[in-house]
């Protein structure tokens, strides 16, 4: 059964540093997302993306990230310059249809900020 | 404001018992209604989803789940409990048309006594 990756499945980082997480998605899915989940707390929607481009974002997503797809596989998520305040972990979804269409989530990455 | 409510955080069981979950939502319309599953280490594997139809709906590993509109809830039932079903679980909901992200509950992290 086709599934979402991501890597690395956990990254330690000092504040300040960029950082790539990377995800393929289910390779005939057109829609794809980025969630976070702190330590404890609720699963957050923190952006969608289709066709290149951004379709919706959170207050969450602010300039310090970008997403981007640079192939015909993956997406990327990339924070600029990291805050204790982003470790985090990170899914991954995607979906061959938009709005209420069920979404497929990987494994996550487990983001430590120092 | 539209929002997800588990209002268990933590449930304990012991096996063969059975096991409900609660999922209650605050949204205008009736939205697209989703459970995750989520085990240690783990990514959010779908136990089961809502569109329309019937309100009782069947999932994987024996779940199933009823909407019942007047409560706008979703709840999660599952008449004997594994211990392999010890996990986080997540109501979510997908609002509607015109967005795309999914809100998710607080999570509710079942215990299974053997």
């Known amino acids: 059964e086709p599934e979402v990756t991501q890597t690395p499945s956990h990254q330690v980082t000092q504040m300040g540093q960029e950082v790539i997480l990377r995800c393929v998605p289910i390779s005939n899915h057109l829609y794809f997302y980025w969630y976070r989940q702190i330590l404890g707390q609720k699963v957050e929607f923190l952006v969608s993306f289709y066709n290149n481009e951004i379709s919706e974002k959170s207050e969450i997503f602010d300039d310090q990230f970008s997403v981007e797809r640079p192939d015909g596989s993956n997406f990327t998520l990339k924070i600029r310059s990291t805050k204790l305040e982003d470790s985090a972990m990170y899914f991954c979804?995607?979906?061959?249809?938009?709005?209420?269409?069920?979404?497929?989530f990987g494994p996550g990455t487990r983001l430590l900020v120092l | 404001a539209q929002s997800v409510t588990q209002p268990d955080i933590h449930i304990t069981v012991s096996e063969g018992a059975s096991l409900e979950l609660r999922c209650n939502y605050s949204y205008g319309a009736t939205p697209y209604l989703f459970w995750y599953v989520q085990s240690p280490g783990q990514g959010l594997q779908l136990l089961l989803k809502?569109?329309?139809?019937?309100?009782l709906v069947q999932g994987i590993k024996g779940f199933e789940a009823e909407f019942k509109r007047s409560q706008s809830s979703f709840n999660l039932r599952k008449p004997s409990v594994h211990w392999s079903d010890a996990a986080e679980y997540f109501c979510a909901v997908a609002p509607g048309v015109g967005t795309y992200k999914y809100i998710f509950g607080t999570g509710t992290r079942l215990k299974v006594l053997a």
């Open positions: 979804a995607s979906t061959g249809g938009q709005y209420q269409e069920t979404q497929y």
């Open positions: 809502y569109f329309s139809g019937d309100t």
